[in-house]
């Protein structure tokens, strides 16, 4: 079964920060991410990745 996306308003709220934030780690390549249209979105087994070795 395939997990759902997480928005960057989601991944913000679980990392305690900005969604400008989230944006910024997306395009720094820290956070993978794919794009939906124009929406990002994050794969919650690439926020465990990021959460345990921080990029």
Known sequence: MLARLL???EVAER???SPAT????CAGGRLRFVRV????RIDP???ETF???GS
């Open 15 to 17: 990392l305690a920060v």
């Open 51 to 53: 959460l345990a070795t």
């Open 45 to 47: 087994a690439s926020l």
């Open 37 to 40: 249209g124009a929406a990002v």
């Open 22 to 25: 989230v944006h910024r780690l």
């Open 7 to 9: 928005t960057v308003r």
